[in-house]
């Protein structure tokens, strides 16, 4: 039973939270949905922070039933806020040990030297009053010291959406660090797709206080009958490994089961996991391989689903290999033209990849 | 050589005194109550805010005369401290320190709820996911943070209950010695047209208030600017 169950009801103001899920005790599990959704309520309620009814079980260890609630400061959970909400009147390195120096010393599994390292803090302590650091250095420093705690599970509520792009850009390194690094999973809210596909290895969809879909993320990318599909940056993601180094053209070609990419040089040994995200509207389709093409990437696909989306467009949902999908947006005449049934094989012609570490 | 005699020292021994003890009770008693009123979310919070800012607008002798009917010998308050064989509380020290704290109290309160008002739930949450407990969140964040109100509160109690004279006359009379504070020996060398003495202790106030009130504006440029 090493997993996360959550179930929970509460009256809000606009709606009504009712929601239950499952997330893996390893990797990322994202709450995705649109503002007002309710996935910060949400994760407000397995931190203790809001009181719902309902049940809560993070690694066999009940946190809340009918008759338990524990309070907030007996989870052993770190929280990272929105905004990186440092005590103004702590130093840098104080906020860092706030939570540490409250963690019994038996418990302590993360020391401050590891996680300066893997934030880089090393300067950011120095500098002492957090009012001189920048808004992202100072949400790496809220995350720091939440990891301090040692935590059996790390919740984060949008800890990119109050920054500016910039800072979002550095930051977003340090988490897909903590991805690979962190072996505790990771309850990340977020309503930017990118993030998700970058971040998340698990998907938890809500809608207007409600579950709607959950499973792994390459999966429910992909789904058709959910709205993630058919949002304007929709895409599949693909994990890869490094194979091949072309230096001639500054190329690496990327291995996955059932297919190749060419992709812009990738600085990293041979074998490398890297993840790789294809949006839907870079993915076009013949029916014949093509001629004379300056596409590098053309996969060998088979047609699982064809869904209109809206007047002109549909969405094909392409089978690659045994376990890797692809979206692909095309035109309605372009389906019609091609003649494109469910069942079809094709070649599915890739523009353009975005690596995501 | 002011001409104090050594009565006007023991009233301004006196006043420190009174306003001592009252700003440490004021303290004491306004912590608990102005995180209360910051916090509660019950229908009687309310009322209970309109009392305590009561002294503001009423006259000091209303307040003194209510203060007097309530610790007199027929008084509820006097009944149950004369049954205790503590004697009644008008006209002594004890007395004035009960007129004064809830005379007093609005000036305490007020910048304090509303330093824990201002600072919003955020820190003491995110002191709760950082393992701290009710009391720890408390004294490790919400006390430092809220510093600015508490010294503004420390101030103006102590001062405003120095210039108190309203309660203190209906409360306390003009005894020398247990009750005549610097206000009252002010009232009655004008009354006894020695002006001399009259403006040093006067003067001296007026100094006072000055030091006290630029103390107060100094310190509260430098309070903590709220980090996101």
């Known amino acids: 039973m090493s997993e996360i169950s959550a179930q929970f009801q509460m009256q809000l103001d606009t709606f009504a939270l009712d929601a239950s899920f499952t997330a893996p005790s390893v990797g990322v599990t994202a709450l995705f949905g649109p503002s007002g959704s309710g996935k910060t309520t949400l994760l407000r309620c397995i931190a203790g922070l809001e009181k719902a009814r309902g049940t809560l079980q993070v690694n066999g260890a009940t946190w809340q039933d009918e008759k338990t609630f524990l309070p907030v400061h007996q989870r052993p959970l770190g929280y990272v806020f929105q905004e990186a909400s440092l005590f103004p009147h702590l130093s840098v390195r ?11 010393p038996a418990e302590r599994k993360v020391p401050l030297e590891q996680v300066v390292e893997w934030l880089g803090l090393g300067r950011l302590i120095e500098r002492g009053d957090p ?106 993601v693909l994990e890869a490994s490094v194979a091949q180094q072309d230096e001639t053209y500054h190329l690496t070609r990327l291995d996955f089961p059932g297919g190749q990419l060419w992709v812009g040089k990738v600085e990293q040994p041979f074998g490398t996991r890297v993840r790789a995200r294809v949006l839907a509207r870079d993915v076009s389709i013949a029916t014949q391989p093509p001629q004379g093409s300056s596409i590098n990437n053309i996969l060998n696909a088979r047609i699982a689903e064809i869904r209109d989306e809206g007047p002109h467009k549909v969405m094909l949902r392409l089978q690659v290999g045994d376990a890797h999908t692809l979206l692909s947006r095309i035109t309605r005449r372009s389906r019609d033209q091609l003649g494109l049934t469910e069942g079809m094989f094709v070649c599915a012609q890739v523009k353009s990849v975005a690596l995501m570490a | 050589m002011p001409p104090l005699d050594p009565a006007d020292l023991q009233a301004v021994w006196l006043t420190l005194k009174l306003a001592s003890v009252t700003t440490v009770l004021l303290l004491l008693i306004v912590t608990p109550l102005a995180w209360w009123l910051a916090h509660s979310k019950k229908w009687y919070r309310g009322p209970v805010a309109a009392v305590v800012a009561l ?21 509820l308050v006097g009944k ?4 205790l064989h503590l004697g009644t509380l008008p006209f002594t020290f004890v007395g004035l320190v009960v007129g004064s704290v809830l005379f007093s109290m609005p000036f305490a309160v007020q910048p304090i709820q509303n330093a824990f008002e201002a600072m919003g739930k955020r820190p003491l949450e995110v002191a709760a996911t950082l393992r701290a407990n009710a009391w720890d969140r408390f004294f490790s964040v919400a006390l430092p943070l809220a510093r600015p109100g508490f010294l503004t509160a420390t101030i103006l109690a102590f001062a405003h209950t120095v210039g108190e004279f309203g309660v203190v006359l209906m409360l306390g009379g003009n005894i020398q010695g247990e009750t005549r504070v610097l206000s009252v020996a002010i009232y009655n060398h004008v009354e006894a047209i020695e002006y001399g003495a009259a403006h040093w202790l006067a003067g001296g106030m007026v100094l006072f208030s000055f030091v006290v009130l630029l103390g107060l504006y100094l310190a509260g440029g430098k309070s903590w600017r709220v980090t996101q």
């Open chain 1, 94 to 104: 104080a906020n860092l040990e706030y939570g540490l120096k409250r963690t019994p």
């Open chain 1, 131 to 236: 009012a001189k650091l920048s808004g992202g250095e100072r949400q790496r420093v809220a995350i720091g010291r939440a990891l301090l705690t040692s935590p059996r599970i790390l919740l984060m509520d949008e800890p990119l959406s109050a920054l500016d792009s910039t800072s979002k850009q550095e930051i977003l390194p340090y988490l897909e660090r903590l991805h690979r690094e962190l072996n505790i999973p990771v309850l990340y809210v977020s309503h930017a797709l990118d993030e998700v596909a970058r971040l998340a290895d698990h998907l938890v969809l809500l809608e207007k206080g409600r579950v709607i879909a959950s499973g792994a993320l390459h999966e429910t990318l992909a789904r058709l009958d959910l709205p993630l599909a058919h949002f304007d940056d929709a895409g599949a």
């Open chain 2, 55 to 75: 002294p503001l607008v009423l006259p000091p002798s209303v307040l003194g005369f209510y203060l007097l009917l309530l610790l007199g010998p027929h008084g």
């Open chain 2, 80 to 83: 149950l401290t004369t049954a």
